[in-house]
């Protein structure tokens, strides 16, 4: 069986542990959480706009850019961040390599989420070292375990020697 916007069959397309979410999920959304919290301070207008930058960013990532073309998604049913059924909602399949400002709105949302709220928590040692640990759990979950095993041929972050690239 396969689906028709991606070539590959169901049993092929591997889903994502519960330990894989986890992990994903908790770091990311308690080191927004924690960043937010760091900027309160100094401004709720700012907390608040960063959690509106990580939602607008991360909304495009997923609606335009690399979740747009997962078969995770849209074969298999599983996502890292979020349930797939919400991200079936809003998101519809794309095919074909990233346009450079599909690219470009990836990295924005992912260095933007990191590097925002750094500033802020420089002056509590302790937030500051807990946003950093838990970015580097997701940093580290992904790049060092989820991306050897992906199956989203064009994100630039797949490191799976098994999988077919994109012609480019």
Excluded at 21 to 44: C, D, E, N, Q, T
Excluded at 59 to 80: E, K, Q
Aim: aromatic fraction near 12%; include cysteine.
């Amino acid at each position: 069986m396969t689906d028709s916007k991606f070539d590959a069959p169901c049993g092929t397309i591997r889903t994502f542990s519960l330990g894989e979410k986890m992990l994903i999920r908790l770091s990311f959304y308690l080191s927004v959480l924690v960043g937010g919290y760091g900027m309160w301070p100094a401004s709720p207008w700012l907390a608040l706009g960063y959690a509106m930058f990580v939602g607008v960013s991360y909304t495009l990532l997923m609606r335009f850019s690399v979740c747009a073309r997962c078969p995770h998604v849209f074969v298999a049913g599983d996502c890292l961040f979020v349930p797939a059924p919400l991200v079936k909602l809003f998101v519809e399949p794309r095919q074909g390599r990233l346009k450079g400002w599909e690219g470009g709105a990836a990295m924005v949302a992912v260095v933007g989420t990191i590097a925002i709220p750094v500033y802020w928590l420089v002056a509590d040692p302790v937030l500051l070292i807990a946003f950093l640990a838990l970015t580097f759990g997701y940093l580290v979950g992904l790049v060092g375990h989820i991306c050897k095993k992906c199956q989203v041929e064009v994100c630039p972050l797949n490191r799976n020697a098994d999988i077919v690239r994109a012609p480019r």
